[in-house]
């Protein structure tokens, strides 16, 4: 199996991000233009957590809290669990069950170099079976 220098090469180190003192409402319009499931939170380009649907739903909707009024700093989830372009893919499918995540931010050295999802995890798993399969029908038919 891969690494997750595989689904960078694939998907590309695009970071979307916001800042600490942004509003939750912002960082949800960004995430649905974006069609994506968590923002990277940086300060002044510091690295300093992760905000996702499910900081949302436990930390704003359940408490009461207003998503126009709540600055992302209330409710992100600070030092969340990083990975290198080096950690395969099973460990990261081992973290993101363990942990109950679904975002990693991936590190190389102490610069923030991307992030994958499961969904970016289960993609590459599927084409790179569908890469297997075609690969040995193209030997079973000696085509």
Do not use: W
């Not at 949302?56 to 709540?70: D, H, N, P, Q």
């Not at 990261?92 to 363990?98: D, G, I, P, Q, V």
């Not at 990693?104 to 970016?120: A, H, R, T, W, Y």
């Amino acid at each position: 199996m891969g690494t997750v220098r595989n689904i960078l090469q694939t998907k590309g180190n695009k970071i979307f991000s916001v800042s600490p003192n942004d509003t939750v409402f912002s960082a949800l319009e960004k995430m649905v233009e974006e069609n994506i499931g968590a923002l990277l939170v940086l300060d002044n380009g510091k690295f300093v957590g992760i905000f996702t649907e499910t900081d949302y739903a436990r930390k704003v909707i359940l408490r009461g809290k207003a998503s126009k009024e709540t600055q992302i700093r209330e409710i992100m989830s600070e030092r969340p669990v990083t990975v290198t372009p080096d950690t395969t893919m099973e460990e990261c499918m081992a973290l993101m069950t363990s942990k109950y995540i679904r975002h990693l931010p991936v590190f190389e050295g102490n610069n923030l170099i991307g992030i994958i999802s499961i969904g970016d995890i289960v993609k590459y798993i599927i084409d790179e079976q569908k890469f297997i399969i075609e690969n040995l029908e193209h030997y079973i038919t000696g085509s």
